[in-house]
């Protein structure tokens, strides 16, 4: 109801400072013009002059009286517009009353762009218009009968009738411009107020989002918790949105076996992918980041492909954990999954689709994970566990495939993984920083101007 009493008092709030500009021109030009046309009477009809002169001047200071005095007079805007219209018309018709015929004839212009300027130029209601051509045929009745000696047939025919017809045209042109003003007004502002309105809507959800993006950072380790465990590594973290539907973790773990005195440190990290990005990525990935922090805690999960497992079988249960046959939910993630011994330097993996990149020397070896999501638990098969022996200055890459599937270049075309690979290879023995501005780089150049397709989470460890 509100929003409708300010849509109406803001269109009759325009419409008034519209009509107040082009009433106050319409007063200026009936004082400028009717004292100028004084010439042609001069000139035309030279016996009159001087009562022409004196009618003119007569409404030429009225109206300037009110385009100057018009708020200490207390004038309302419309009225501003009525008064230069009805004097002008009851002038025009005492000058018809002392022309002849001829006069008269060539005169009817004058009247004919008065109230066809008259409805170009004024916005008052219709009423407002009957009014000054009622006013009008009454004066000119009068003046006529005192005046004039011409029939009412001459008057008709040199002018009177085409007077009229346009005096009735200039009603329905003063209406529908009023009307169709209005509209376009209403219109306007109902948009705007629409706009507002969305705005506004707009701010609750992107504050929303903005506060489940604070839930994400806080259930996600910060960069520096996870440069404290792995020290020389770095982390490419780029939301597609506000929020993620990539994550990545990181725990360390300290075990000393039977017979041994040195503890064995234990760095388990991992790069997902959920399905989707955005908020529903998002939801997914607050959901595997609590049962990666779950199964730290399991008895059962003692290697990468375990903990794959685990987290295969919890995610499908939360997310049917009410669903019937047949509306299972079958979103997931893509994960890869790195357990490094920095005592042994044995690298355990385990991945869902994703892999995990060694580059040693130059050399890039690939360890492929299991062609499966997280999520399918129907036609879920174990996950393997794949271990690696890795040297000192070995380089271990996880990461999800936004950065690959970026579209940009000078074709549009997607980045792929070959180039992804090179620029692995070729900085693996640069520094962290290095590294990352490259990939970095890489990225941006190759995207340009297009839209980020994906989230993009890449980490890099230096053994």
Known sequence: MSSLQNITSDWKSEINKTAFKYHKITLWLAVVFNLLFFVTDYININEYWEKFLAFRGAVAFACLIV???H?????SIELMGVIPVLLISIQNAYMWSLMDAEHLQKHTMAYVTLFIGSGMFVFYHFYYSIFIVGASLIANAIFFYFNSDLSSEQILVNGGLLTLSVAIFSILLIRMRFKLTKNEL???FALEESKHELQEKNNEIVDSINYAKRIQNALIPPKE????ILPDSFIIFKPKDIVS????????LNTTKENEEENERLVVFSVADCTGHGVPGAFMSLIGLKIFNQSIKQYDVNSPAQALDYLNTEVFNTVNKHSHEDNVIRDGMDVAL???????LMLSFAGAKNPVYVVRNKELYEIKGDKQPIGSYESHAPFKNHQYQLE???MVYTFSDGFADQFGGPKGKKLKYKPFKNMLIQNSDKSMEEQEKQLNDLFENWKGDLEQLDDVCIIGVRI
């Open 338 to 344: 790195c357990s490094i011994n920095f005592k042994t």
């Open 225 to 228: 918790v996870f440069k404290k």
């Open 71 to 75: 708020k200490q007079l207390k004038i």
């Open 392 to 394: 000192k200055g070995d």
């Open 67 to 69: 385009v100057l005095f």
């Open 245 to 252: 539907g990539d994550f990545y973790w990181i725990t360390e």
């Open 186 to 188: 209403i219109a306007r």
